[in-house]
Structures are given as structure tokens and as C-alpha cells.
């Protein structure tokens, strides 16, 4: 009777942070999600996200980020001045919210 074998487990790749930078490089250049990558590339999407977080923190130029959910727009250009305005909402039961911006 033969013993039914275990998953192969794949062995694990010590990688260099340079390593792994060279790989954030290719990521970004595929255009795939992480999920496709990490898949197509044969590594674990634990450890793709442990040392993208890992490198983001030690460097002063972000990694490729699709998870950016604001960014700060800037203008060197003044807002032009614009007249004041009157805002009213009634809003029932006698509730009225009243906004004004003077001139």
C-alpha cells in the first residue's frame, strides 16, 4: 500500500532587496494585476505584498501603488476672484441651511 503524496511545496527564493526591486520593476512594466503576477511569476502574493510594503517604507520614491485613493493636486496659478453667493436648502420641518460667501 503506498502512502498518498503530500503537495509538493515549491522552495523558497531568498531574494535581495535589489532583487526585489528588479521584480516591483517588472510588476510595473506588465501591466497585470498583483494577483496575475505574483501567479505568472511563481511567488507567493503574501510575500510580493510583505516587501513592496517593506521597500515603500525605505525609500523616498513610491513603488508602483494601484491602491492610491487620494492624491494631492497643486496649481502655481491663483483661483480668480469670484463674487459672493447665497446658498439656501430647505430641508423640511422647518430645518434650512443657509451657506454665503461675501464678496
Known amino acids: 500500500m503506498s502512502i498518498p ?4 511545496k515549491h ?7 535589489e532583487q526585489w526591486r528588479a521584480i516591483f520593476d517588472r510588476y ?5 494585476s498583483r494577483e496575475q503576477f505574483c501567479l505568472e511569476q511563481g ?4 510575500t510580493f505584498s510583505h516587501w513592496r ?4 517604507k525605505q525609500v523616498s520614491q513610491p513603488l508602483p501603488d494601484d491602491s492610491v485613493l487620494f492624491r494631492e493636486l497643486t496649481s502655481e496659478v ?7 453667493w447665497d446658498i439656501e ?5 422647518d430645518v434650512v441651511l ?3 460667501r461675501p464678496c
Do not use: E, N
Open 5 to 8: 503524496d503530500k503537495q509538493t
Open 11 to 17: 522552495p523558497r527564493i531568498k531574494r535581495t532587496s
Open 28 to 32: 510595473r512594466d506588465s501591466g497585470q
Open 43 to 46: 511567488i507567493s502574493f503574501s
Open 53 to 56: 510594503t517593506k521597500l515603500h
Open 78 to 84: 491663483p483661483p480668480p476672484v469670484s463674487p459672493g
Open 89 to 93: 436648502l430647505q430641508l423640511g420641518a
Open 98 to 100: 443657509r451657506l454665503r
